[in-house]
Nanobody, 115 residues
Framework: QVQLVESGGGLVQAGGSLRLSCVAS????????MGWYRQTSGIQRDLVAR??????TYTDSVKARFTITRDNVMSTVYLQMNTLKPEDTGVYYC??????????WGKGTLVTVSS
């Protein structure tokens, strides 16, 4: 059983900052790849940032503005979002990929950036 719970979303003005958190249950966290995805319309979820225990990946549109980090003791992954833009608006989802390739998703947290 794996449960992911996101928090930290909200309404912010363009240029502002938010910090998202995702807490994972179970014992798989430290061996899993964690990622943040966002859904701006429809059903598609696009990669925002991903972190293993040795590397990070960011989509070009958030590079230099967002930072993904993890705390393996607290089983938590964070997404620090700075200089937010209206186009960053969407539902942000936390995803865990277990060592055997199984994906687990949180329920999402809404981020709204006003002009």
């Amino acid at each position: 059983q794996v449960q992911l719970v996101e928090s930290g979303g909200g309404l912010v003005q363009a240029g502002g900052s938010l910090r998202l958190s995702c807490v994972a249950s179970g014992s798989l966290f430290s061996r899993s790849v964690m990622g943040w995805y966002r859904q701006t319309s429809g059903i598609q979820r696009d990669l925002v940032a991903r972190i293993s225990n040795g590397a990070t990946t960011y989509t070009d549109s958030v590079k230099a503005r967002f930072t993904i980090t993890r705390d393996n003791v607290m089983s938590t992954v964070y997404l620090q979002m700075n200089t937010l833009k209206p186009e960053d608006t969407g539902v942000y989802y936390c995803k865990m990929t277990s060592p055997n390739g199984m994906d687990y998703w949180g329920k999402g947290t809404l981020v709204t950036v006003s002009s």
